[in-house]
């Protein structure tokens, strides 16, 4: 999949392929005249090209802002923008859809550049001065307008904060016209980025979206451990992951029984664990003296289509006679799976090596005749 070279590393939502861009329009059709342009993090809007500037991906222009003008990066163009404002429900003739004013020039740029600059350094002086106030909540980031004359606060907060004076406090301070927005915290994390326990980079912040809700019912459909630590991602919430193969774990739980015990002549079984996709469900008979199960070499391995068998049996308040244990077997099967490249061992590279005896040169005096 070929992507354009803006944005950060990968292909994800920053690095759109315009699979639109090469298509001949219909004679009589003009180019369709509104781009989606790219801001700081993952913040986009769509312009109208009223000036029908020849504009292509990865072209910086100026846009229409209030006060004065903002300076981003154009991330599409063309049929996949009409697209895309259709699964945005946003109308084409939209009013509120703002205009672009021209190609960045070189002053813009340094402009743009000299105020990005001064983020990081606002950022930390709006942390101080929220403190001071007591407010509750969270500076997580700030982006400057490309002109240098308005400035957005992004916050966290779990209650709803009142910064009316924090609005004028930074004002004052910084000169610009000051925008308070409040975000979720998968929404900062999405800003940040990082780096989530799998290695990856942050699903929120290269190629999500939309954040649907995770709840704990989605771990337990996968027979994942409710450990508050390790299903929490780096915003703090469950992580969106959890969903990603939930409908495929649903599909084939419709196989499994519920894991109740069974009631057998030999004694009570009771579950202790479910191979979802090999659909086996592994039972232990309780001690009749300890009321336990025995230990995990103990388990007996069923089929769902077994355990049914001996569910339907106890409701009619009859005992089989055992599990079938007797009839299963115990041989292991070997791993579907081959050491393809030879690095099975890992003190393969602890071998010493055999030293090469040294031959000895010959003795030119033994050569010599007497």
Same mark, same amino acid.
């Given at each position: 999949?070929?992507?354009?070279?803006?944005?950060?590393?990968?292909?994800?939502?920053?690095?759109?392929?315009?699979?639109?861009?090469?298509?001949?329009?219909?004679?009589?059709?003009?180019?369709?005249?509104?781009?989606?342009?790219?801001?700081?993090?993952?913040?986009?809007?769509?312009?109208?090209?009223?000036?029908?500037?020849?504009?292509?991906?990865?072209?910086?222009?100026?846009?229409?802002?209030?006060?004065?003008?903002?300076?981003?990066?154009?991330?599409?163009?063309?049929?996949?923008?009409?697209?895309? &404002?259709?699964? @945005?429900?946003? +109308?084409?003739?939209?009013?509120?859809? *703002?205009?672009?004013?021209? !190609?960045?020039?070189?002053? $813009?740029?340094?402009?743009?550049?000299?105020?990005?600059?001064?983020?990081?350094?606002?950022?930390?002086?709006?942390?101080?001065?929220?403190?001071?106030?007591?407010?509750?909540?969270?500076?997580?980031?700030?982006?400057?307008?490309?002109?240098?004359?308005?400035?957005?606060?992004?916050?966290?907060?779990?209650?709803?904060?009142?910064?009316?004076?924090?609005?004028?406090?930074?004002?004052?301070?910084?000169?610009?016209?000051?925008?308070?927005?409040?975000?979720?915290?998968?929404?900062?994390?999405?800003?940040?980025?990082?780096?989530?326990?799998?290695?990856?980079?942050?699903?929120?912040?290269?190629?999500?979206?939309?954040?649907?809700?995770?709840?704990?019912?989605?771990?337990?459909?996968?027979? &994942?451990?409710? @450990?508050?630590? +390790?299903?929490?991602?780096?915003?703090? *919430?469950?992580?969106?992951? !959890?969903?990603?193969?939930? $409908?495929?774990?649903?599909?084939?739980?419709?196989?499994?029984?519920?894991?109740?015990?069974?009631?057998?002549?030999?004694?009570?079984?009771?579950?202790?664990?479910?191979?979802?996709?090999?659909?086996?469900?592994?039972?232990?008979?309780?001690?009749?003296?300890?009321?336990?199960?025995?230990?995990?070499?103990?388990?007996?391995?069923?089929?769902?289509?077994?355990?049914?068998?001996?569910?339907?049996?106890?409701?009619?308040?009859?005992?089989?006679?055992?599990?079938?244990?007797?009839?299963?077997?115990?041989?292991?099967?070997?791993?579907?799976?081959?050491?393809?490249?030879?690095?099975?061992?890992?003190?393969?590279?602890?071998?010493?090596?055999?030293?090469?005896?040294?031959?000895?040169?010959?003795?030119?005096?033994?050569?010599?005749?007497?």
């Amino acid at each position: 999949m070929k992507c354009s070279s803006f944005g950060s590393s990968g292909c994800n939502k920053l690095n759109v392929y315009n699979w639109l861009g090469e298509m001949e329009l219909p004679p009589g059709r003009e180019p369709f005249r509104i781009i989606e342009v790219q801001f700081k993090g993952t913040r986009k809007e769509f312009f109208r090209n009223k000036e029908n500037l020849p504009l292509k991906e990865g072209d910086v222009v100026a846009v229409e802002s209030s006060p004065g003008h903002d300076i981003g990066t154009v991330t599409m163009t063309g049929e996949l923008v009409r697209l895309r &404002l259709k699964r @945005n429900n946003i +109308k084409e003739d939209n009013p509120e859809i *703002k205009a672009v004013y021209r !190609l960045a020039g070189n002053n $813009d740029i340094e402009k743009w550049e000299s105020v990005k600059s001064l983020e990081n350094k606002t950022m930390l002086e709006s942390r101080e001065i929220t403190s001071s106030l007591g407010l509750k909540m969270k500076l997580s980031d700030v982006e400057y307008q490309g002109d240098g004359k308005k400035a957005i606060f992004y916050y966290t907060a779990d209650d709803r904060v009142d910064y009316r004076e924090l609005i004028k406090v930074l004002t004052e301070r910084f000169k610009v016209k000051v925008q308070m927005k409040q975000i979720g915290y998968r929404q900062e994390a999405g800003r940040l980025g990082g780096i989530g326990p799998c290695g990856r980079e942050l699903c929120c912040s290269t190629w999500l979206t939309d954040f649907k809700n995770v709840t704990t019912s989605a771990a337990r459909y996968q027979n &994942l451990s409710i @450990n508050p630590v +390790k299903l929490a991602g780096m915003c703090g *919430k469950l992580k969106c992951c !959890l969903n990603y193969e939930l $409908d495929t774990y649903m599909d084939a739980l419709k196989d499994i029984p519920e894991p109740i015990p069974l009631i057998t002549q030999k004694g009570k079984a009771v579950h202790q664990k479910t191979d979802i996709f090999k659909k086996l469900m592994w039972y232990a008979y309780l001690d009749p003296e300890t009321n336990r199960a025995g230990m995990a070499d103990s388990w007996i391995p069923l089929p769902a289509s077994k355990v049914k068998e001996i569910q339907e049996i106890n409701k009619k308040n009859e005992k089989p006679l055992s599990l079938g244990e007797e009839n299963l077997e115990t041989d292991r099967d070997e791993p579907d799976y081959s050491d393809v490249v030879g690095q099975d061992s890992l003190t393969r590279m602890d071998k010493k090596k055999k030293k090469r005896k040294k031959k000895r040169k010959p003795d030119n005096k033994s050569k010599q005749h007497p």
